[in-house]
Protein backbone atom coordinates (compact mmCIF):
# COMPACT_ATOMS: atom_id res chain seq x y z
CA UNK A 1 0.00 0.00 0.00
CA UNK A 2 1.41 3.70 -1.23
CA UNK A 3 0.38 7.18 0.62
CA UNK A 4 -0.12 8.63 -2.79
CA UNK A 5 1.86 9.13 -5.84
CA UNK A 6 5.17 10.65 -4.30
CA UNK A 7 5.38 7.79 -2.32
CA UNK A 8 4.83 5.38 -5.13
CA UNK A 9 6.93 7.48 -7.60
CA UNK A 10 9.83 7.39 -4.88
CA UNK A 11 9.93 4.01 -4.53
CA UNK A 12 9.70 2.92 -7.96
CA UNK A 13 12.52 5.00 -9.21
CA UNK A 14 14.55 3.56 -5.89
CA UNK A 15 13.64 -0.14 -7.79
CA UNK A 16 14.75 1.50 -11.05
CA UNK A 17 18.11 3.17 -9.56
CA UNK A 18 20.22 0.35 -12.12
CA UNK A 19 19.55 1.96 -15.32
CA UNK A 20 20.62 5.56 -13.85
CA UNK A 21 24.04 5.31 -15.49
CA UNK A 22 22.27 4.34 -18.97
CA UNK A 23 21.01 7.41 -19.70
CA UNK A 24 17.22 6.62 -19.32
CA UNK A 25 14.34 8.32 -21.24
CA UNK A 26 11.34 7.98 -18.61
CA UNK A 27 7.97 8.42 -20.54
CA UNK A 28 5.30 9.35 -18.30
CA UNK A 29 1.67 8.07 -19.25
CA UNK A 30 -0.92 10.91 -18.91
CA UNK A 31 -2.21 12.12 -16.35
CA UNK A 32 -1.95 10.04 -13.17
CA UNK A 33 1.12 8.57 -14.71
CA UNK A 34 2.84 12.25 -14.82
CA UNK A 35 3.34 12.56 -11.28
CA UNK A 36 4.38 9.09 -10.84
CA UNK A 37 7.08 9.71 -13.66
CA UNK A 38 8.34 12.92 -12.05
CA UNK A 39 9.40 11.09 -8.79
CA UNK A 40 11.10 7.81 -10.93
CA UNK A 41 12.93 10.56 -13.05
CA UNK A 42 14.10 12.90 -10.14
CA UNK A 43 15.87 9.59 -8.62
CA UNK A 44 17.51 8.65 -11.42
CA UNK A 45 18.39 12.06 -12.92
CA UNK A 46 16.49 11.31 -16.16
CA UNK A 47 14.56 13.40 -19.32
CA UNK A 48 11.04 12.60 -18.84
CA UNK A 49 8.54 13.08 -21.30
CA UNK A 50 4.88 12.55 -21.78
CA UNK A 51 3.57 10.42 -24.45
CA UNK A 52 -0.11 10.75 -25.12
CA UNK A 53 -2.13 7.27 -25.43
CA UNK A 54 -5.81 7.33 -25.27
CA UNK A 55 -8.70 4.96 -24.29
CA UNK A 56 -11.28 3.82 -26.75
CA UNK A 57 -14.41 2.93 -25.38
CA UNK A 58 -17.02 0.36 -26.48
CA UNK A 59 -19.72 2.55 -28.46
CA UNK A 60 -22.06 1.23 -25.79
CA UNK A 61 -20.05 1.70 -23.01
CA UNK A 62 -17.89 4.51 -22.93
CA UNK A 63 -16.07 3.76 -19.95
CA UNK A 64 -14.94 0.61 -20.82
CA UNK A 65 -12.15 -0.18 -22.75
CA UNK A 66 -12.06 -2.14 -26.19
CA UNK A 67 -8.66 -0.66 -27.04
CA UNK A 68 -6.74 2.43 -27.51
CA UNK A 69 -4.44 4.46 -29.78
CA UNK A 70 -1.10 6.16 -29.29
CA UNK A 71 -0.09 9.80 -30.58
CA UNK A 72 1.20 8.09 -33.66
CA UNK A 73 -1.57 6.23 -34.63
CA UNK A 74 -0.04 3.08 -32.97
CA UNK A 75 -3.28 1.02 -32.27
CA UNK A 76 -4.50 -1.53 -29.50
CA UNK A 77 -8.05 -2.86 -30.20
CA UNK A 78 -9.03 -6.53 -27.98
CA UNK A 79 -9.64 -9.70 -29.87
CA UNK A 80 -13.60 -9.19 -27.96
CA UNK A 81 -13.86 -5.81 -29.36
CA UNK A 82 -12.63 -7.14 -33.22
CA UNK A 83 -15.59 -9.27 -32.70
CA UNK A 84 -18.35 -6.94 -31.48
CA UNK A 85 -17.67 -3.87 -32.76
CA UNK A 86 -17.64 -3.37 -36.73
CA UNK A 87 -14.76 -1.14 -38.47
CA UNK A 88 -17.12 1.53 -39.15
CA UNK A 89 -17.21 1.97 -35.16
CA UNK A 90 -13.81 1.58 -34.59
CA UNK A 91 -12.80 4.23 -36.97
CA UNK A 92 -15.61 7.04 -35.51
CA UNK A 93 -14.39 6.40 -32.14
CA UNK A 94 -10.50 6.54 -33.39
CA UNK A 95 -11.37 9.96 -34.88
CA UNK A 96 -13.14 11.35 -31.39
CA UNK A 97 -10.08 10.37 -29.46
CA UNK A 98 -7.15 11.62 -32.60
CA UNK A 99 -8.49 15.02 -32.26
CA UNK A 100 -7.91 15.35 -28.28
CA UNK A 101 -4.99 13.54 -27.99
CA UNK A 102 -3.78 16.85 -30.55
CA UNK A 103 -4.98 18.77 -28.50
CA UNK A 104 -2.82 16.75 -25.28
CA UNK A 105 0.39 16.99 -27.06
CA UNK A 106 -0.20 20.78 -28.03
CA UNK A 107 -0.64 21.79 -24.15
CA UNK A 108 1.47 19.16 -22.53
CA UNK A 109 4.87 19.02 -25.02
CA UNK A 110 4.31 22.05 -26.73
CA UNK A 111 3.24 20.59 -29.87
CA UNK A 112 7.04 19.07 -29.83
CA UNK A 113 8.07 15.54 -31.00
CA UNK A 114 8.83 13.21 -28.68
CA UNK A 115 13.23 12.61 -28.39
CA UNK A 116 15.21 10.41 -29.97
CA UNK A 117 14.88 6.95 -28.63
CA UNK A 118 17.11 4.87 -31.08
CA UNK A 119 19.24 2.59 -28.82
CA UNK A 120 17.92 4.18 -25.29
CA UNK A 121 16.76 2.99 -22.07
CA UNK A 122 13.18 3.92 -22.10
CA UNK A 123 11.34 3.35 -18.94
CA UNK A 124 7.55 3.83 -19.73
CA UNK A 125 5.95 4.82 -16.02
CA UNK A 126 2.23 4.56 -14.96
CA UNK A 127 0.40 5.22 -11.81
CA UNK A 128 -0.74 1.80 -12.25
CA UNK A 129 -2.35 -0.46 -14.34
CA UNK A 130 -5.68 -2.21 -14.68
CA UNK A 131 -6.98 -3.24 -18.16
CA UNK A 132 -3.94 -2.03 -19.27
CA UNK A 133 -5.39 -0.54 -22.36
CA UNK A 134 -3.23 2.99 -22.99
CA UNK A 135 -0.06 1.17 -21.88
CA UNK A 136 -0.40 -1.27 -24.67
CA UNK A 137 -0.54 1.54 -27.36
CA UNK A 138 2.11 3.40 -25.69
CA UNK A 139 4.59 0.48 -26.46
CA UNK A 140 3.29 -0.28 -29.68
CA UNK A 141 4.76 3.65 -30.40
CA UNK A 142 8.21 3.24 -28.41
CA UNK A 143 8.61 -0.56 -30.20
CA UNK A 144 8.51 1.60 -33.91
CA UNK A 145 10.87 3.88 -32.42
CA UNK A 146 13.84 1.30 -31.64
CA UNK A 147 14.77 1.66 -27.92
CA UNK A 148 17.41 -0.58 -26.45
CA UNK A 149 15.52 -1.69 -23.59
CA UNK A 150 12.21 -1.22 -22.86
CA UNK A 151 11.10 -1.28 -19.34
CA UNK A 152 7.31 -0.73 -18.20
CA UNK A 153 7.19 0.22 -14.63
CA UNK A 154 4.12 0.95 -12.23
CA UNK A 155 3.41 0.96 -8.18
CA UNK A 156 0.63 -1.63 -8.80
CA UNK A 157 -0.98 -4.04 -11.48
CA UNK A 158 -3.53 -6.55 -12.33
CA UNK A 159 -2.05 -10.30 -12.18
CA UNK A 160 -3.44 -10.90 -15.87
CA UNK A 161 -2.48 -7.57 -17.38
CA UNK A 162 1.64 -8.10 -15.87
CA UNK A 163 1.62 -11.21 -18.14
CA UNK A 164 0.99 -9.56 -21.24
CA UNK A 165 2.90 -6.43 -20.19
CA UNK A 166 6.21 -9.15 -20.02
CA UNK A 167 5.59 -10.29 -24.21
CA UNK A 168 5.62 -6.37 -24.94
CA UNK A 169 8.62 -5.33 -23.03
CA UNK A 170 12.24 -6.46 -21.96
CA UNK A 171 11.55 -5.65 -18.36
CA UNK A 172 8.04 -5.15 -16.29
CA UNK A 173 8.47 -3.67 -12.91
CA UNK A 174 5.29 -4.10 -11.18
CA UNK A 175 5.62 -3.11 -7.19
CA UNK A 176 2.24 -4.89 -6.11
CA UNK A 177 0.26 -6.80 -7.67
CA UNK A 178 -2.42 -8.11 -5.28
CA UNK A 179 -4.42 -11.36 -6.44
CA UNK A 180 -7.70 -9.43 -5.90
CA UNK A 181 -6.77 -6.39 -7.99
CA UNK A 182 -9.93 -4.26 -8.73
CA UNK A 183 -8.89 -1.02 -9.37
CA UNK A 184 -5.60 0.96 -9.00
CA UNK A 185 -6.66 3.52 -6.47
CA UNK A 186 -6.58 -0.02 -4.18
CA UNK A 187 -3.05 0.40 -4.06
CA UNK A 188 -3.10 3.81 -2.60
CA UNK A 189 -4.07 5.76 0.64
CA UNK A 190 -5.02 8.86 -1.25
CA UNK A 191 -5.76 8.64 -4.82
CA UNK A 192 -7.65 11.23 -6.72
CA UNK A 193 -7.19 11.74 -10.67
CA UNK A 194 -5.51 14.66 -11.86
CA UNK A 195 -6.13 17.44 -13.93
CA UNK A 196 -4.68 18.19 -17.30
CA UNK A 197 -3.00 21.39 -15.43
CA UNK A 198 -1.52 18.98 -12.35
CA UNK A 199 0.17 17.08 -15.06
CA UNK A 200 1.47 19.97 -16.86
CA UNK A 201 2.67 21.39 -13.69
CA UNK A 202 5.05 17.95 -13.20
CA UNK A 203 6.69 18.34 -16.46
CA UNK A 204 7.26 22.44 -15.72
CA UNK A 205 9.03 21.83 -12.71
CA UNK A 206 10.52 18.62 -14.13
CA UNK A 207 12.09 20.80 -17.11
CA UNK A 208 12.98 23.54 -14.92
CA UNK A 209 14.70 21.55 -12.49
CA UNK A 210 17.15 20.03 -15.57
CA UNK A 211 17.56 23.72 -16.93
CA UNK A 212 18.77 24.68 -13.36
CA UNK A 213 20.95 21.67 -13.63
CA UNK A 214 22.71 22.01 -16.79
CA UNK A 215 23.62 25.70 -15.72
CA UNK A 216 24.92 24.81 -12.44
CA UNK A 217 27.29 22.00 -14.23
CA UNK A 218 28.07 24.95 -16.56
CA UNK A 219 29.32 27.38 -14.33
Known amino acids: MFRDRKDAGTKLGEALLKYKDENPLVVGIPRGGMET ?22 PFNPEFAMGAVAEDGSLYISSLAR ?51 TLFATLEMCKKLQPKKLIVAAPIGAPETIVKLKSMSDKTLILESPEDFYAVSQG ?32
Do not use: C, W
Open 188 to 219: YEYFTNLTDEEALEFINKHQEARKNQTQTNHN
Open 37 to 58: AYYVAQKLDAEMIPIISRKLGY
Open 83 to 133: SRVSEEQIEEILQQQKNEIKRRVDLLRKGQPVPEMKNRTVIVVDDGIATGA
